[in-house]
């Protein structure tokens, strides 16, 4: 099985090519209490009954992303058309970590959440995009 590096990567913003430096994906689930007086677990197919340990339910599944670019480049400005990258507004995401045309991280509506745009002497000044999906969303093994 081959290893990638994160250098083979393509990251799409609406559908334009965007150099990026570092991205992560955290799907998670929120698990619900359903502990009870008989030890009954949440997923009867494969539990069984535990008097005294505590029992879960896998519930709304959601996927937080972060992704950093290298540095801001005004010929190429994510804050413009056709990115226009703002907090607060939606974006089609997608992310290739073999390269364009494999498999993909999917999120097709993400609510950005936060854009950081820093930097310092000497240094590049990089942007910061975070978001959680909203709705369906796919990985690469999907």
């Known amino acids: ?34 502990s009870n007086t008989e030890g009954v677990p949440a997923n009867t197919a494969l539990g069984s009954a535990a008097f005294g340990y505590a029992s879960k339910l896998c519930d709304i599944i959601s996927c937080r992303v972060m992704i950093r670019n290298a540095t801001f480049d005004d010929t190429s400005n994510p804050f413009a058309l056709p990115i226009a990258l703002s907090a607060g507004f939606y974006l ?44 369906l969303f796919s990985h690469p093994l999907t």
């Not at 959440?113 to 990089?126: A, I, K, L, N």
Request: charged share 20%; net charge negative.
């Open 92 to 135: 089609p995401v997608r992310v290739y970590p073999a390269g364009l045309g494999g498999v993909s991280w999917n999120i097709p509506n993400m609510a950005v959440s936060g854009v950081s745009h820093g930097g310092r002497v000497p240094g590049p000044q990089p942007i910061t995009i975070t978001g959680e999906s909203d709705g």
């Open 1 to 34: 099985m081959p290893m990638r590096r994160a250098v083979d990567a393509r990251v799409l913003l609406r559908g334009t090519l965007y150099a990026t430096q570092e991205f992560s994906f955290d799907e998670t689930s929120q698990l619900d209490d359903c």
